[in-house]
């Protein structure tokens, strides 16, 4: 379980990145969502212990990660979007990383690079963007470390490993294991989010599981919208639309309805149904 209490993070002579957070994060995949600028990364470098929070905590099963006692660092990977690396290859980097990370797989290592088309012989430093990554994410999912923190993973993939890269995901997801995912290109991993994670101007607007959306909010596509939509938008001649959930609605999320509700006026309409809908169930 990661916990943030009334968490907050200013840049020194920066702004105020984070402000006030407090949530509870389960186990399971979180897509993390937010316009750009409002602290996703920064949020994940709080909880890799890359920085400390200016006010309030973080803390996973109870430590703090600026604690920086090793019983918890081993327990977290974070792959950032602009990893500099020294030249190398990933086994290399791999072998390297294992000293820390006692939950190494080589021969899982070995497979995550197959499914990619790659060995972990390349030269990092010669391989495309993408290739590299595919390379640093294999690893990360290698290391099968209990709190694994995505930012952007999907970055310069091709389409056919992007859905490779949801599948490993979805298969390294474990009922003690938390991966949180920064991504601005949800559809590429529609299925195998557990929970959103969602912040707006620096501030927590939504934590909460696929369960508790779905229960209280319901995600329609048609030529009119619902009258009883809280949000709509049109797009290719398709009204998508957000409205309350009924008793007995099952409907699949779309996530970027959700992201652009999140960013609408409605928003706080949205977030409240969600929230008191959980509120009922605990
Ligand atoms: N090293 C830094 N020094 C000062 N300010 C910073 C630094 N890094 C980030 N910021 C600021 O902190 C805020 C949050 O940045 P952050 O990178 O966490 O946002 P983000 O949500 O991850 O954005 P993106 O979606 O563009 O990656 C922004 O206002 C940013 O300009």
């Known amino acids: 379980m990661i916990t943030f209490n009334n968490l907050c993070y200013r840049y020194p002579k920066g702004p105020e990145a984070l402000s006030d957070i407090t949530a509870a994060i389960s186990p399971g995949i979180h897509l993390l969502l937010g316009e750009n600028g409002t602290g996703k990364t920064t949020l994940l470098h709080i909880i890799a212990g890359l920085l400390y929070p200016t006010a309030g905590s973080v803390e996973i099963d109870g430590m703090s990660p600026r604690l920086r006692q090793p019983a918890l660092l081993e327990k977290i990977f974070f792959l ?45 430093d010669r391989l495309s963007l993408g290739n590299r990554r595919k390379s640093l994410i294999a690893v990360a999912l290698a290391l099968r470390t209990q709190v694994l923190l995505l930012d952007e993973p999907a970055n310069g993939l091709d389409i056919g490993s992007k859905e490779t890269l949801g599948r490993m995901l979805a298969e390294a997801a474990g009922d003690d294991r938390t991966i949180i995912v920064s991504t601005h290109v949800t559809h590429d991993f529609h299925n195998i989010f557990d929970g959103v994670i969602a912040l707006r101007r620096n501030r927590l607007q939504l934590a909460a599981t696929l ?72």
């Open 80 to 124: 950032g979007d602009d990893m500099t690396l020294p030249g190398g290859t990933a086994l290399a980097f791999a072998h390297t990383a294992a000293k820390a990370y006692a939950g190494f797989d080589a021969g899982l290592l070995a497979d995550y690079l197959a499914c990619f088309g790659l060995t972990g012989r390349e030269r990092l």
């Open 211 to 282: 369960t508790d959306i779905l229960s209280a909010v319901a995600f329609t596509a048609g030529m009119i919208p619902p009258v009883e939509a809280i949000f709509a938008h049109q797009s290719a001649g398709l009204f998508r639309s957000i409205t309350a959930a009924g008793a007995d609605t099952e409907t699949d999320i779309d996530y970027n309805l959700l992201y652009m509700a999140l960013q609408s006026d409605r928003a706080d309409i949205i977030t409240s149904l969600i929230n008191s809908h959980r509120q009922q169930q605990l």
